[in-house]
């Protein structure tokens, strides 16, 4: 698995490619090279700023001259008018990286400010929020990173770091037990520890969940009451999540029923990103 960092990397460049291909001819057309000037990063709408380090990344990749003033980090909560950061350097270079930094902190932080959101609506009780894998495509690691700014934690990155057995492969694997064995077996045998979760979807898959051992259940489109129930069944004996159809009017019912986590995948898949502006000063 490559490192976070070289994701990153990878992800800003990828990014300057597909943004500049053979020249800003817009910038280079009317702006002299020698020019000097300063932008700042105006906030425009109340929320969780996030994406700062990133942004940092963003244009020491793209001139590393670009001199960076930070005046709120991530993770501070925000409001209309606020200035995030001033940047100072070569007035082309502001104008080139002016994009693809605003698209980043505006994703991240609508996500960071969504999480934190569903979060409050915990406060109070055990339960913590969770994000999913239904992130867009190659941006994963930074939105994932927005969760975590919000307050949120972060479910199974991706495939390589958790093994969670959801209702496709339990059908495929020829029932519960067939596959949890095959699971463990296959952890001893590539020396991998990993927790096993198992998506249930109903009390007898619950049952067999808890006779054949696994780390943590899933409990797939279960009722605040049924959810109940399964929570004093398991007693502690293996963590519970909660997932499908659970909405924010509903989070906190679910919450108290016990469960230790409500995975979300509106956390990712469908925000809105948080508006600013990066202004000439």
Not at 222 to 232: G, I, L, N, R, S
Request: net charge negative; glycine share 8%.
């Amino acid at each position: 698995m490559e490192t976070v960092d070289k994701l990153i990397d990878d992800l800003i460049k990828l990014a300057f490619s597909e943004d500049i291909g053979d020249g800003d001819h817009t910038t280079l057309c009317c702006i002299p090279a020698e020019e000097k000037g300063k932008s700042k990063l105006l906030v425009k709408e109340e929320g969780i700023l996030a994406g700062v380090e990133i942004a940092k990344k963003v244009f020491a990749k793209f001139d590393p001259e670009l001199e960076m003033e930070v005046f709120i980090n991530d993770g501070t909560h925000v409001k209309p008018g606020d200035i995030a950061f001033i940047v100072s350097g070569k007035t082309q270079s502001l104008l080139q990286t002016e994009r693809l930094m605003l698209n980043i902190m505006q994703r991240m932080s609508g996500i960071a400010t969504v999480t934190n959101k569903y979060v409050k609506e915990l406060e109070g009780t055990n339960t913590r929020v969770l994000d999913t894998r239904k992130t867009t495509p190659g941006l994963r690691m930074l939105e994932k990173a927005a969760v975590k700014i919000g307050g949120g934690c972060n479910h199974r990155i991706g495939l390589f770091d958790m093994i969670l057995l959801k209702d496709n492969h339990v059908d495929f694997a020829g029932g519960i037990e067939n596959a949890v064995t095959k699971a463990k077996a296959y952890c001893n045998e590539k020396g991998k520890d990993l927790k096993i979760e198992l998506e249930v979807r109903n009390f007898d898959e619950l049952n067999q969940a808890l006779a054949v051992g696994v780390d943590r259940v899933m409990l797939d489109n279960f009722t605040p009451a049924d959810t109940k129930k399964a929570v004093e069944l398991i007693n502690g004996r293996i963590e519970t999540e909660s997932s499908g159809g659970i909405t924010f009017a509903t989070l906190r019912e679910y919450a108290e029923c016990g469960v230790d986590f409500i995975s979300v995948g509106a956390l990712t898949h469908s925000v809105k990103g948080l508006d600013m502006s990066f202004k000439a000063c």
